[in-house]
């Protein structure tokens, strides 16, 4: 147990440890219950496959146990069964993949979801490809040294700091699934040249291989060391911070969906004034209507690293 000051208490438990976890949350007493677990720390899918199923499951039995009347938990926008348009919150899951793998990822998020909604109250986060500080994809992320994508492959991003706005204001939100993403997915052959630029990473070209699948990726494909042509450009000096460059627009609380508008470009590097970067990028006019912000798992090509939720082409499994 520890404190941030301000009346936070931070304590460290493991969340596969039934008893202690219960004790816990017993002991905090919270109101609300905000669930973002995730193990990726070492690529291991299979891991944050389980956390999401037994995780969730110690977690919530622990909440509902001390108490809690409302629990928010994260969950992904790339799950939906393909398609040709932009996936709502009414799409189904793709729990009946072709593949085995993306199948084992869309069963464990639906098991995530599914027990989420046991809560007396609950909102389910389904965010887009997080980027922006400490993600894969920002400077010095992990696909700032990979090969990335290029094709039609689309994907619904989500800047980090957007992701945790969207958290809190998801305390007051009704029951039920929202997409939290950028508001306006792009295909790789738009946004991965962008994001080498933004990072100082070797450009994609139109000859990376792209394989080809008829419901989606298993997982994100391995990334593998971009060809070393020299020591990569120095990017743009930067104070990389969770402030947005760009501004946020929210839809309205009307809206199942919610859509933010920002300069993807910038947020990839986060560099300070560099609104504009790439105008090919900003999102564009404000979603209305349910889940206009969500591209889902498809037919297509499948290489579009952690891709969020896509349609047409195929969204990762994170």
């Not at 993949?97 to 990822?105: C, F, Q």
């Not at 090969?147 to 989500?158: I, N, R």
């Not at 508001?183 to 962008?194: F, G, H, K, N, R």
């Not at 560099?274 to 591209?295: F, H, N, Q, Y």
């Amino acid at each position: 147990m520890g404190s941030w000051g301000g009346g936070v208490t931070v304590c460290v438990g493991d969340v596969y440890d039934r008893q202690r976890l219960g004790e816990l949350v017993g002991a905090a007493r919270p109101e609300v219950v905000v669930h973002q677990l995730t193990d990726l720390g070492a690529r291991d899918f299979a891991a944050n496959s389980r956390i999401r199923r037994e995780g969730t499951r110690n977690l919530v039995d622990a909440a509902l146990a001390a108490g809690v009347r409302r629990v928010v938990s994260q969950s992904i926008a790339w799950a939906y069964e393909p398609g040709l348009a932009p996936a709502d919150e009414g799409t189904p899951l793709d729990v009946h993949a072709a593949d085995e793998g993306r199948r084992t990822t869309v069963e464990a998020v639906a098991t995530l979801e599914a027990i989420t909604a046991e809560a007396p109250e609950w909102v389910v986060l389904r965010y887009g490809m997080l980027y922006g500080p400490g993600t894969w994809y920002t400077t010095g992320g992990l696909m700032a040294s990979s090969q990335l994508p290029y094709g039609p492959d689309v994907t619904s991003f989500l800047h980090v700091a957007d992701a945790a706005e969207a958290a809190v204001a998801a305390l007051t939100w009704p029951s039920g699934p929202v997409n939290i993403v950028d508001d306006e997915p792009l295909p790789a052959s738009t946004w991965a040249p962008a994001f080498a630029r933004a990072v100082g990473a070797p450009p994609p070209t139109p000859s990376t291989p792209t394989p080809t699948r008829t419901r989606g990726p298993a997982a994100p494909p391995t990334p593998t060391p971009a060809p070393s042509a020299g020591p990569p450009p120095t990017p743009p000096s930067s104070n990389p911070s969770l402030n947005p460059p760009s501004r946020v627009e929210r839809l309205p609380p009307s809206s199942p969906s919610r859509g933010f508008r920002r300069d993807l470009a910038a947020g990839f590097h986060d560099p300070v004034g560099a609104k504009g970067s790439d105008p090919a990028l900003r999102g564009g006019g404000e979603r209305t209507g349910p889940g206009r912000g969500a591209a889902r798992g498809g037919a297509g090509a499948g290489a579009s690293s952690r891709t969020g939720g896509q349609r047409p082409g195929a969204g990762a499994g994170a």
